[in-house]
């Protein structure tokens, strides 16, 4: 199960695109704030097995291959919860 | 330039999946409401493009698949537009 808590202390990091609120500060990166949280554990684990390529993935599968799968859980709870 | 209006009328295939709302109906799919406009259009060409596999990218292969440039365009406006 995701630790939302735990997640916002990993969010740090990807509020730099996500914006620490969920909403992107590039619009070419997607607003994560009340997203599903299957997807986003969904998404992330397809960057993170090079499974997404085109348009600005590298950035993400480079930043994917960082997360364990508790980070994984953690930061879907976190940025699925944000209302 | 996406035209919302069209996009509406098109999204009635994607709402069975999506919502018309945008709110997914299944929680291993992506809200698409209010998600930027930039972002759609990158992701509905990379499914189209067969850049993302894994999950259930397949299911949203074969619908991108059947979608024009300015369909996409059009969705993404829709989608993006409701608030």
């Given amino acids: 199960k995701g630790d939302a808590a735990e997640g ?33 554990i969904s998404s992330m684990n397809a960057y993170k097995n090079n499974q997404r390529s085109g348009g600005l993935s590298n950035v993400m599968q480079a930043q994917a291959s960082l997360l364990s799968e508790q980070d994984i859980k953690n930061l879907a709870a976190y940025y699925a919860g944000l209302k």
Wanted: contains cysteine.
């Fill in 8 to 40: 916002k202390k990993k969010a740090v990091v990807c509020g730099a695109c996500h914006g620490t609120d969920g909403i992107a500060v590039i619009p070419g990166y997607p607003n994560l704030k009340g997203q599903n949280e299957q997807y986003l």
